[in-house]
């Protein structure tokens, strides 16, 4: 039986009153593992980055200037 069967049999032999609470840690269960994944992949980009920093520069200019644009638009409208 995997895991997922084993889970799901546990599930439906869990009385009613208890599901909510099963429920709301697998939720959270799932955001930390989503989190920690998120912090690799941001960490990762870090890293590349680092080796890179005439593309850092880039991506901080174009964000700069994104921004001034958002700015000036919201003052015209």
Do not use: C, H
């Not at 599901?19 to 939720?27: G, Q």
């Not at 590349?48 to 000036?72: C, N, P, T, Y």
Request: net charge negative; no cysteine; charged share 30%.
């Amino acid at each position: 039986m995997t895991p997922k069967q084993q889970l799901i049999k546990e599930i439906d032999d869990t009385p009613t009153a208890i599901i909510p609470d099963v429920l709301n840690y697998l939720r959270f269960l799932k955001a930390q593992r989503l989190a920690k994944q998120s912090k690799r992949d941001v960490m990762q980009f870090a890293g590349m980055l680092a080796d890179r920093v005439d593309l850092a520069d880039g991506i901080i200019e174009d964000a700069k200037q994104s921004r001034q644009m958002d700015l000036a638009s919201e003052r015209e409208a």
